[in-house]
């Protein structure tokens, strides 16, 4: 006897990014990107990506009717997953996704009428969890987050946060597969800022393989010495990730493993509170940004 599989449908829109998400995303391993389009995610379920322009073969009015079908025809049955922030300011002229009828579709009206009727919405990496690089002062274009975004338009679906600039492959595709799994995320399945306590439950400084450099006081001056790197601007005592076991490139190395510092880019404090990247937050800094330390 055959399986049933289920078809969740789901939509991908970019506002204000550098597709660094999508690319992340692509470079998946297990499951590779071809098992996650073509192939059950789970047994009986699967993934039904009706529109996502970095990947779609077609173009122009066509698939932005596909993108508009799907929240009148599905609505309360597909996932919406969004990479980047939303221009909100001159009515979101900053960011359109094409045309209709010769009419500019903004990020911001398309954001306003797939989110609605959303079974979840899913923002894919930093910039549209928190903000991130576009909404960087002065933020000409009054570039926010979703979850700002949801919150000036009254918006009250679903929301999960997958930061990271860009996120790992397994968060995302993890994620999707947990509600696939499990349906909506409990409130104890997500921290304070909306992430899944899966892969952002745990303090990068306290797995830091660097970390008994630290308990000894011992501070590299220099990307790629021996030793901590907090003095050189390492942001891992105010991080939460699963970087350190993780890995990244299919498991072959991260950011301090290489001998850089961590920049923060899970946290809404990236970049702009996290500036300079290669200087030590000072005490006035953390207070002056409220930046939780432990």
């Given at each position: 006897?055959?399986?049933?599989?289920?078809?969740?449908?789901?939509?991908?829109?970019?506002?204000?990014?550098?597709?660094?998400?999508?690319?992340?995303?692509?470079?998946?391993?297990?499951?590779?990107?071809?098992?996650?389009?073509?192939?059950?995610?789970?047994?009986?379920?699967?993934?039904?990506?009706?529109?996502?322009?970095?990947?779609?073969?077609?173009?122009?009015?066509?698939?932005?009717?596909?993108?508009?079908?799907?929240?009148?025809?599905?609505?309360?049955?597909?996932?919406?997953?969004?990479?980047?922030?939303?221009?909100?300011?001159?009515?979101?002229?900053?960011?359109?996704?094409?045309?209709?009828?010769?009419?500019?579709?903004?990020?911001?009206?398309?954001?306003?009428?797939?989110?609605?009727?959303?079974?979840?919405?899913m923002a894919m990496g930093t910039c549209s969890s928190y903000g991130g690089i576009p909404s960087g002062a002065p933020n000409p274009t009054g570039a926010v987050s979703v979850m700002e975004f949801f919150k000036n338009e009254g918006i009250s679906t679903p929301l999960i946060n997958i930061p990271g600039c860009p996120p790992h492959p397994d968060w995302m595709v993890g994620t999707i597969a947990h509600v696939l799994l499990n349906g909506l995320p409990l409130a104890d399945d997500l921290d304070e800022k909306l992430r899944p306590r899966t892969f952002f439950n745990n303090l990068i400084h306290d797995n830091c393989p660097r970390r008994a450099y630290f308990d000894a006081g011992q501070f590299a001056r220099h990307t790629s010495e021996p030793g901590c790197l907090y003095e050189i601007g390492c942001k891992g005592p105010y991080s939460y990730a699963d970087c350190p076991s993780r890995h990244w490139n299919n498991g072959v190395n991260w950011c301090i493993g290489s001998g850089a510092q961590c920049i923060g880019c899970v946290e809404p404090d990236f970049p702009d509170k996290f500036a300079p990247m290669f200087k030590k937050l000072d005490e006035n800094t953390l207070e002056r940004f409220k930046i939780k330390t432990r």
């Open positions: 006897m055959s399986l049933k599989v289920v078809e969740y449908p789901a939509v991908w829109i970019a506002g204000a990014a550098c597709s660094g998400c999508s690319v992340s995303l692509l470079n998946a391993i297990n499951p590779s990107i071809q098992n996650v389009l073509i192939d059950p995610v789970l047994p009986g379920k699967h993934v039904s990506l009706r529109f996502h322009a970095t990947v779609m073969a077609g173009q122009g009015e066509p698939v932005l009717k596909v993108l508009k079908d799907t929240a009148s025809q599905k609505p309360g049955k597909y996932i919406l997953m969004v990479e980047g922030a939303v221009p909100t300011a001159e009515n979101g002229l900053y960011c359109t996704l094409g045309e209709i009828d010769g009419k500019e579709v903004t990020m911001k009206d398309m954001m306003a009428e797939l989110a609605v009727d959303a079974f979840a919405v």
